[in-house]
């Protein structure tokens, strides 16, 4: 259970960053639905939050930490904006000087991509999590140099493709919170621009993988 709900959570963050390529109501529609996953996502976990003033901090808690207080800020920030500026679901409550504020219309962009980044960043933290659960899935109890090599190759191309679909995407610009009104990847269709949020989301993964593993061996 607790896996498909991140597998849910994936889907709808994906499909929310889409929001072009969807009716403006059902787009904030998903985006408040999001938080009740989210809650769901929080009460499961409810024992770490518990336990977050106890015991020590190494570099690999504070790293996950971090990480994971960047995400909720990053992902209220963005629905909290949106249910701002609504032009659909909250248009008849939000007077019009929030609806047409330039600077909320900038921190919701900026803020929603960020959530995208450091949800990457977060499900990166736990791959190995996941890939554990695969193997024991699949009843691998190693990995042939082979397979290795192959993984290798793999995620260096989930990365490159990451890299494409953020620069075709205007990732930065969009995180710095300038206005962008077109991007290449907006000439894609929308299973295109899909896979470009998806790419990278998956690049940052791969950076929150790389960023946990380089914390653990710092602490050894």
Not at 129 to 153: D, E, H, Y
């Amino acid at each position: 259970m607790r896996y498909l709900l991140d597998v849910l959570l994936l889907l709808l963050l994906v499909f929310e960053m889409s929001f072009l390529y969807m009716p403006p109501f059902f787009h904030e529609l998903v985006g408040v639905a999001l938080l009740i996953p989210i809650f769901v996502h929080l009460f499961q976990n409810r024992f770490y939050l518990k336990a977050l003033m106890k015991g020590r901090w190494p570099l690999p808690r504070m790293l996950g930490a971090a990480v994971n207080l960047l995400l909720l800020m990053t992902c209220l920030t963005s629905i909290i904006s949106g249910c701002l500026i609504s032009n659909a679901l909250f248009a008849d409550v939000m007077p019009l000087s929030l609806r047409s504020n330039p600077v909320l219309f900038s921190l919701h962009s900026a803020s929603a991509r960020g959530f995208l980044v450091m949800a990457g960043l977060h499900f990166g933290l736990h791959a190995g999590n996941w890939w554990q659960r695969l193997q024991r899935a699949a009843s691998i109890t190693s990995r042939p140099f082979p397979a290795k090599v192959l993984m290798g190759i793999t995620a260096l191309l989930l990365g490159a493709g990451g890299i494409y679909a953020a620069m075709q995407d205007k990732l930065l610009q969009r995180l710095e919170g300038l206005h962008v009104f077109m991007t290449p990847a907006l000439q894609y269709d929308t299973a295109g621009y899909i896979l470009t949020q998806l790419g990278i989301f998956l690049l940052f993964a791969e950076c929150g993988w790389l960023f946990w593993h380089l914390a653990l061996r710092r602490r050894a």
